[in-house]
């Protein structure tokens, strides 16, 4: 089982900068894939970006270039380093690690970009 807490969000303005943290329960190495999701209100959750234990990455067309997903083992913990946000980038985002053959999601931490 994998507990995961997220934290970092906040209000920010157009062209600012935040870092989510998502802090897992066991060795981040052990789990297979790790990700960033958000759902915005009123859309369906979608994929942001994902590191898989081997380090590769892989990121929505729509955050290329301004997010950065990273990892710190020494701490568990998987960032995500968002800049020149946009409005279009409010939404809940939700920490996801793929732990075979289960699903374990974080709380979800709340990102609001103003215009």
């Known amino acids: 089982q994998v507990q995961l807490v997220e934290s970092g969000g906040g209000l920010v303005q157009a062209g600012g900068s935040l870092r989510l943290s998502c802090a897992a329960s066991?060795?981040?190495?052990?789990?297979?894939?790790m990700g960033w999701y958000r759902q915005a209100p009123g859309k369906q959750r979608e994929l942001v970006a994902t590191?898989?234990?081997?380090?590769?990455?892989n990121y929505a067309d729509s955050v290329k270039g301004r997010f950065t997903i990273s990892r710190d083992h020494t701490k568990n913990t998987v960032y995500l380093q968002m800049n020149s946000l946009k409005p279009e980038d409010t939404a809940v985002y939700y920490c996801?690690?793929?732990?075979?053959?289960?699903?374990?999601w974080g709380q979800g931490t709340q990102v609001t970009v103003s215009s």
């Open positions: 996801k690690g793929t732990y075979f053959p289960y699903d374990y």
């Open positions: 590191i898989t234990s081997g380090g590769t990455t």
């Open positions: 066991r060795n981040i190495f052990s789990i297979n894939f």
